[in-house]
């Protein structure tokens, strides 16, 4: 492996969760061109102190036979491999991709902390952060939306962070890396699968010379600097306007917020954490909430003071307050 590319990824792991030192380095390697370059670029770069993973969602025959690839490569490299297998049932009403995903994390996140690995890598690079800012910006994505995928974020509840040190890195970038230095790799046939979004996106961005992939994904980073700034803003505001109501019902089971004088944007990040608070507490997991559910409709009817419900908590305003509870069963 040339120096100055182990040097790159040094620094690109670096870059957002600062030296490695002592720690070890989980990587989710799924057997594509791009997580297997990075395999190759961490166990060179950090020999000894790389672990990685390969998820198996047994959605696809061959997974079985791709997993064991990346774990071939691994034994002869010296890297430890573990095969995660998906073993909960779909829900119907789950939408597949996103099922998946919340299956993989769950599954990468109780390994990496057995395997003491606080840092969790994937190979998200520049083109998929402009895929994703497109997809996003065609559905009339807010500012979290088009901050794109996150160079590093917590991972549940257990300590690790979810790193992306690639997204400086560009997918033709990691093809070479992998081609060039033999590593073995497979191509996901739903990665050419014209039904799926991403798979369009990333067609238009292959065939339109005005869409730079790599200035695409600059703006997604001047979004995220954006974002940073009104989560900041937001845990403040959450600190200085929750308030604490006195002689009511089960106090602790509910949220008072007080929003006046506040911009929408404002409104809609803390509606967003009472609905979430609201549904920790009271153990609420149907419907599902996620930062892309839409609350427009509950946002409407509490400026007209009127009651709303969403993802099972009632939202009820008084003047400037607005209150958040556990939705009461349907009749």
Same mark, same amino acid.
């Given at each position: 492996?040339?120096?100055?590319?182990?040097?790159?990824?040094?620094?690109?792991?670096?870059?957002?969760?600062?030296?490695?030192?002592?720690?070890?380095?989980?990587?989710?390697?799924?057997?594509?061109?791009?997580?297997?370059?990075?395999?190759?670029?961490?166990?060179?770069?950090?020999?000894?102190?790389?672990?990685?993973?390969?998820?198996?969602?047994?959605?696809?025959?061959?997974?079985?036979?791709?997993?064991?690839?990346?774990?071939?490569?691994?034994?002869?490299?010296?890297?430890?491999?573990?095969?995660?297998?998906?073993?909960?049932?779909?829900?119907?009403?789950?939408?597949?991709?996103?099922?998946?995903?919340?299956?993989?994390?769950?599954?990468?996140?109780?390994?990496?902390?057995?395997?003491?690995?606080?840092?969790?890598?994937?190979?998200?690079?520049?083109?998929?952060?402009?895929?994703?800012?497109?997809?996003?910006?065609?559905?009339?994505?807010?500012?979290?939306?088009?901050?794109?995928?996150?160079?590093?974020?917590?991972?549940?509840?257990?300590?690790?962070?979810?790193?992306?040190?690639?997204?400086?890195?560009?997918?033709?970038?990691?093809?070479?890396?992998?081609?060039?230095?033999?590593?073995?790799?497979?191509?996901?046939?739903?990665?050419?699968?014209?039904?799926?979004?991403?798979? $369009?996106?990333?067609?238009? *961005? /292959?065939?339109? &010379?005005?869409?730079?992939?790599?200035?695409? +994904? %600059? @703006? #997604?980073?001047?979004?995220?600097?954006?974002?940073?700034?009104?989560?900041?803003?937001?845990?403040?505001?959450?600190?200085?306007?929750?308030?604490?109501?006195?002689?009511?019902?089960?106090?602790?089971? $509910?949220?008072?917020?007080? *929003? /006046?004088?506040? &911009?929408?944007?404002?409104?809609?990040?803390? +509606? %967003? @954490? #009472?609905?979430?608070?609201?549904?920790?507490?009271?153990?609420?997991?149907?419907?599902?909430?996620?930062?892309?559910?839409?609350?427009?409709?509950?946002?409407?009817?509490?400026?007209?003071?009127?009651?709303?419900?969403?993802?099972?908590?009632?939202?009820? &305003?008084?003047?400037?307050?607005?209150?958040?509870?556990? @939705?009461?069963?349907?009749?």
């Amino acid at each position: 492996m040339a120096e100055a590319l182990v040097t790159r990824f040094r620094e690109s792991v670096a870059g957002v969760a600062g030296p490695l030192g002592a720690r070890r380095l989980a990587l989710a390697v799924s057997g594509g061109p791009d997580s297997m370059a990075m395999l190759a670029l961490a166990a060179a770069a950090y020999p000894g102190q790389v672990v990685a993973a390969t998820v198996d969602h047994r959605l696809r025959a061959a997974s079985a036979d791709e997993a064991a690839m990346v774990a071939s490569w691994c034994a002869g490299t010296g890297v430890p491999h573990a095969t995660l297998v998906v073993d909960q049932l779909r829900d119907p009403r789950d939408n597949l991709h996103d099922w998946a995903r919340r299956q993989r994390y769950r599954l990468l996140e109780h390994w990496a902390i057995e395997a003491g690995g606080h840092l969790l890598a994937t190979a998200h690079h520049a083109d998929d952060q402009a895929e994703t800012f497109l997809m996003r910006a065609a559905r009339g994505s807010g500012v979290a939306g088009l901050a794109g995928i996150r160079a590093r974020q917590q991972l549940g509840e257990g300590g690790v962070d979810l790193i992306r040190p690639l997204l400086g890195w560009r997918r033709h970038e990691l093809f070479l890396v992998a081609v060039d230095h033999a590593i073995p790799f497979v191509d996901d046939p739903s990665n050419a699968d014209g039904r799926f979004d991403r798979t $369009q996106f990333r067609g238009l *961005l /292959a065939t339109t &010379p005005l869409l730079d992939s790599a200035q695409i +994904a %600059r @703006a #997604a980073d001047h979004v995220a600097e954006a974002e940073a700034a009104l989560r900041a803003m937001e845990r403040w505001l959450w600190t200085t306007r929750k308030l604490v109501p006195v002689g009511v019902d089960e106090p602790d089971l $509910q949220i008072w917020l007080d *929003l /006046a004088d506040l &911009p929408r944007e404002l409104k809609r990040r803390l +509606a %967003r @954490a #009472a609905i979430s608070d609201v549904r920790l507490i009271n153990g609420i997991t149907r419907p599902a909430f996620t930062d892309a559910t839409n609350i427009e409709p509950l946002l409407d009817a509490l400026e007209q003071q009127k009651s709303a419900t969403q993802a099972g908590v009632m939202a009820t &305003p008084k003047g400037n307050i607005w209150r958040f509870v556990e @939705a009461p069963p349907r009749r």
